[in-house]
C-alpha cells in the first residue's frame, strides 16, 4: 500500500468541502451512493492507520 501524504490529504478534503449538489434527481442519488463509498474508505483507511500506529507504538 503506497502511503498517503498530508498534502494529498488535504486537497480530497477541500475537494469534498467544495462539492455541489448535482442539479437531477438522478444525480443526486448518485452523489448520495458516491459519497457513501468516500465515507466508508475513509473508515477503512482510518482503521487501517489506527493498526499501524498502535503497532509502530508498541514496537518502541
Do not use: W
Not at 500500500?1 to 490529504?9: D, I, T, W
Amino acid at each position: 500500500m503506497q502511503e498517503s501524504s498530508a498534502p494529498s490529504l488535504d486537497r480530497l478534503i477541500s475537494q469534498v468541502a467544495q462539492l455541489c449538489s448535482a442539479t437531477s434527481d438522478f444525480d443526486k442519488m448518485t452523489q448520495l451512493e458516491e459519497l457513501q463509498q468516500l465515507v466508508n474508505a475513509a473508515y477503512g483507511a482510518i482503521a487501517r492507520v489506527s493498526v499501524d500506529f498502535d503497532h509502530s507504538q508498541r514496537e518502541q
